[in-house]
């Protein structure tokens, strides 16, 4: 966050009590109105993909002195009142806080004490009782990107990948496909077909979700689900097998309709011999 006070941003995790979705965004809606019209900011509402009950509470304040002033007005509070009796807010980023220079100086001593492995007097020298040593293993094991890559995650993707084909635009084929691709890191980018008059542009939703992931930064992945209403699973089409290989590699592809999952597959055995840099 940088030390001025404009463009502050605050992040909450929102999680919505079931039942009360409906009533929960139309008080959100009234509170971002709020926020605009009285100058403190712009509130955003994202739904998480993978979470039909969880949202993210982006706000992007005026600046320090605008947060303050909305964090004290009455009728904002009464709004935020009325939607923690709806959801469970968990704060994740605050940027309405003034800097401390004292804090952000002993913050700053303190770093490098802080490092991932241990070293110096803070090693493991005593017998932890691992028959294989003291190295971790299993679900004892630090899990990053890398080790992420081929672990199969709790993410309900067919789930998200069902969500993202009501948005789709087949005004054309009426052939609804919804796609939901999972990052390296956990997160969860949706996509859907969406066709077009010339129909030489229409774009495919595996397609859709790969750009989309692009563009938002993202470039390891692990799995892709793709639901169709169909009876037998629909896989995806050539340039979405090319486009998918070329970015994600061999990831694992869950091919699903409307009923639930309907296979899985790798990639490698849905493109046995692709086309890629290290033919050029």
């Given amino acids: 966050m940088d030390s001025s006070d404009q463009n502050r941003l605050s992040v909450t995790v929102v999680d919505v009590a079931s039942g009360k ?8 809606e009234q509170f971002g109105a709020m926020l605009i019209r009285k100058k403190y900011g712009i509130a955003e509402m994202i739904r998480d993909e993978a979470h039909p009950l969880r949202f993210y509470a982006v706000r992007r304040w005026t600046d320090a002195a605008a947060a303050a002033a909305s964090h004290a007005d009455p009728e904002v509070q009464r709004l935020t009142a009325g939607l ?8 994740v980023v605050n940027g309405a806080r003034s800097a401390d220079p004292l804090r952000l100086m002993l913050e700053e001593q303190r770093a490098p004490m802080e490092a991932d492995r241990r070293t110096g007097f803070d ?8 028959s294989e040593g003291q190295r971790r293993g299993g679900t004892d094991r630090r ?3 890398r080790r992420l890559l081929h672990r199969a995650g709790d993410i309900d993707l067919v789930a998200a990948a069902r969500r993202a084909r009501e948005h789709a635009d087949a ?3 009426h052939f609804k496909v919804g796609a939901a691709l ?22 495919c939703a595996e397609r859709v979700a790969m750009f ?7 470039r390891a992945f ?10 037998a699973p629909t896989p995806p089409c050539g340039a979405c097998r090319q486009i998918l290989w070329e970015f994600g590699g061999n990831i694992e592809v869950l091919l699903a309709n409307l009923k639930g999952p309907a296979g899985s597959h790798h990639l490698k055995d849905l493109l046995p011999l692709p086309f890629d840099a290290r033919l050029l």
């Fill in 84 to 91: 923690y009796q709806l959801a469970k807010m968990t704060h």
């Fill in 143 to 145: 899990l990053g990107p």
């Fill in 21 to 28: 979705e409906a009533e929960f965004v139309a008080l959100a």
């Fill in 182 to 203: 999972e990052t390296a890191d956990g997160l969860v980018v949706t996509g859907c077909n969406i066709e077009n008059a010339s129909f030489g542009l229409t774009m």
């Fill in 171 to 173: 005004a054309f084929s």
């Fill in 222 to 231: 692990t799995r892709i689900a793709i639901v169709a209403d169909t009876e």
């Fill in 123 to 130: 090693r493991r020298t005593g017998d932890l009782g691992r």
């Fill in 212 to 218: 989309k992931a692009l563009s938002e930064g993202h």
